[in-house]
């Protein structure tokens, strides 16, 4: 992807969007950092937040498979962006509305890349959502391969950059 490496994120603010709570997040990424050896990124310093769909603190429901979602999402940004803020931001459901909604929080709160890692089907009602992805400035991904093959959303609107299973 060609990703600066000078930098390290340095400045950068990175949102993670992934629906229900991970009650373990802080505490995976923190082992995580430590054992490749990157600086603490946690609530206490700064440099994590978590939050809901609108930004609060109250938690969606717990969801096993999503926790490993979020948890793989927050260990691959810290690979890629060790020096990067990170803002979780969890929806209430795995619906496009309310992961949608957590795109436009993110952005609210900062965040100049906001990462997606899931997708559902492109039909006449995944369309509708677009508007939650497009932030003229900040750089939204999605997952461009969720269900294996065919068009996704959001990955396949126009202000998303797809990015594939690596």
């Not at 206490?44 to 969606?60: H, I, L, Q, S, Y």
């Not at 999402?73 to 979780?88: E, G, N, Y």
């Not at 009602?125 to 959001?154: E, K, L």
Request: charged share 15%; glycine share 12%.
């Amino acid at each position: 992807y060609l990703l600066p490496s000078m930098t390290r994120g340095k400045g950068q603010t990175v949102a993670v969007v992934d629906a229900f709570d991970d009650p373990q997040a802080e505490h995976d990424l923190a082992v995580y950092r430590a054992t490749f050896h990157l600086s603490a990124c946690t609530t206490a310093n700064g440099c994590f937040r978590k939050v809901n769909e609108w930004g609060g603190t109250g938690r969606p429901r717990t969801d096993s498979g999503w926790a490993g979602e979020i948890a793989l999402d927050l260990d691959m940004v810290s690979a890629i962006c060790p020096l990067c803020h990170i803002v979780l931001v969890e929806a209430s459901s795995a619906a496009l509305l309310d992961l949608g909604k957590s795109v436009d929080t993110a952005v609210r709160l900062g965040a100049t890349v906001v990462s997606n890692s899931y997708g559902v089907t492109e039909d006449a009602t995944a369309r509708r959502y677009a508007t939650h992805y497009d932030h003229p400035g900040v750089v939204i991904t999605a997952s461009s391969g969720d269900g294996g093959y065919g068009v996704q959303v959001p990955a396949s609107y126009g202000s998303v950059t797809a990015v594939g299973g690596t």
